[in-house]
């Protein structure tokens, strides 16, 4: 039970680190989906056993909630411009 509600901590914990990366990256999925495999896909790779294999997943999450934190400290004045929905005719009417 304690590994389910961590986990549920974790993906409430997280959400605000991907949405910040997605402003930062351009509007892109690229940089939250790079977190999102580290922190789901890292973990699988690691075998612990003995007293520590119990705990291991608790740690995991705690520092998988704690270290994408940082990236709040990244000011938001680097995101990049987004691209202008509006296009500039005047370019394609070279023709006419």
Partial sequence: MPIALTAVALAVLLSLPLAHLFELG??????????????QGSVE???????????????????????????????RDHVPPLVNAEVDSSRWDRGR
Avoid: E, N, Y
Avoid at 30 to 36: Q, Y
């Fill in 45 to 75: 790779v690691v075998v612990i056993s003995g007293d520590a294999a119990s705990l291991f997943p608790l740690l995991w999450m705690a520092v998988s909630a704690l270290v994408p934190q940082l990236v709040l400290l990244i000011p």
């Fill in 26 to 39: 351009g509007h892109t999925m690229c940089a939250p989906a790079l977190l999102h495999f580290v922190v």
